[in-house]
């Protein structure tokens, strides 16, 4: 009798090991490791996008000063990206190989029905001001609940920085729906519930940089740069990620998008939010009202800038000064959910 019960004792756990497992397995985040710890790659199935694509017909912003197309460096890191993958067993999805058109909804597909364990894009960034030079990644949606997105996020914004900057340049990580106010990026949008980030390596609009991304060995650091944040990412507990406006509901704060943020416009950031620190600490409500607006300017026409959390952060603080303390909410939360720091 006593073997019996052991059995079916037995018997029971395993099965309520199997259940758990299986929850695990089907819920957004956590998963069971694939590989061995000293080789947290291996088996994993990593979708690489490389952003954009035969865009030089249509897309006139995404190009150098010298003529460098955006397209062109995406895909040559992530070809590169591609092989040291599969070099730690991996395997790799690629969106594309070579330059072609690719349909946004085609691209979060393939990382959804092949089950992807991390979905990669891999872009570069310009602005009006040719003076900017630093990383940004996205991550979808607020920052709270799309907790895998954000680890994957920090360790790669904070990687790219020490492979191409140095210590003192400021990485980004911010959510896509800064930049994208109504949904945020169509690749990351739709492909929610897999651990992805677009990594904005560095701002081709820089003339220096767009020859330094012309060279191979500056984009093979860069590609080494994303394989050793995967091999730290998988080598962890994934962070779960929540259903989209569970736990935050942020309106849509309007800023300048694509081809806008080449316009004479965004030259005035930096300008604008100087000008907003100076008015704030006069004090007199006059130089308030003034500096809020020069804040929420400075922000719609850079709203990934190295200042744009200050930005909202300063919105808050002088809307509450104000007694609008509905709106400052927002703003700090805003603030919070959309812009996250990393060390």
């Known amino acids: 009798m006593v073997d019996v019960v052991s059995e079916n004792l037995r018997l029971g756990l395993v099965r309520l090991a199997v259940v758990v497992l299986i929850a695990l397995v089907g819920c957004h985040g956590v998963r069971p490791p694939a590989g061995q710890v000293d080789n947290p790659l291996e088996g994993r199935v990593i979708c690489v996008d490389p952003g954009h694509g035969a865009t030089a017909e249509t897309d006139h912003f ?5 003529g ?6 995406n895909l040559r890191v992530a070809l590169l990206l591609k092989g040291m ?3 730690r067993g991996a395997r790799v999805l690629m969106t594309r190989t070579e330059d072609v058109q690719v349909d946004l909804s085609d ?12 979905f990669v894009s891999i872009h570069h960034n310009a602005t009006a001001d040719p003076e900017v030079n630093f990383p940004i990644v996205y991550f979808h949606g607020a920052a709270s609940e799309n907790r895998a997105g954000v680890a994957l996020g920090k360790i790669l914004a904070r990687n790219l920085r020490d492979a191409l900057f140095d210590e003192a340049t400021l990485a980004c990580l911010i959510s896509d729906r800064a930049i994208f106010p109504e949904k945020g990026a169509n690749v990351l949008r739709n492909s929610y519930g897999i651990p992805g980030v677009i990594g904005e390596a560095s701002f081709f609009s820089n003339a220096d940089e767009e020859q330094r991304l012309k060279r191979p060995e500056a984009n ?11 091999e730290e990412f998988f080598s962890a507990e994934i962070p779960p990620i929540a259903e989209k406006g569970t736990l935050v ?9 694509g081809g806008e943020r080449m316009e004479d416009e965004a030259l005035s950031w930096r300008r604008l939010f100087d000008e907003g620190l100076d008015l704030m600490k006069t ?4 130089s308030l009202v003034e500096a809020l607006d020069l804040f929420t300017r400075s922000v719609r026409v850079f709203p990934d800038s190295p200042v744009a959390r200050q930005c909202h952060e300063h919105r808050a603080e002088i809307l509450e000064a104000l007694g609008n303390e509905a709106a400052a909410e927002v703003a ?4 919070r959910e959309h812009y996250v720091g990393v060390e």
Do not use: K, Q
């Open 85 to 87: 993958l599969e070099e």
């Open 68 to 73: 460098e197309r955006e397209e062109w460096i």
């Open 62 to 66: 995404r190009v150098g000063p010298g």
């Open 107 to 118: 691209r979060a597909s393939l990382a959804v029905e092949n089950h992807a364990d991390v």
């Open 249 to 257: 509901d942020l309106p849509p704060f309007a800023v300048l998008e």
């Open 283 to 286: 004090g007199d409500r006059g």
């Open 220 to 230: 093979r650091a860069e590609a080494e740069a994303y394989v050793a944040t995967l």
């Open 332 to 335: 700090a939360l805003r603030a």
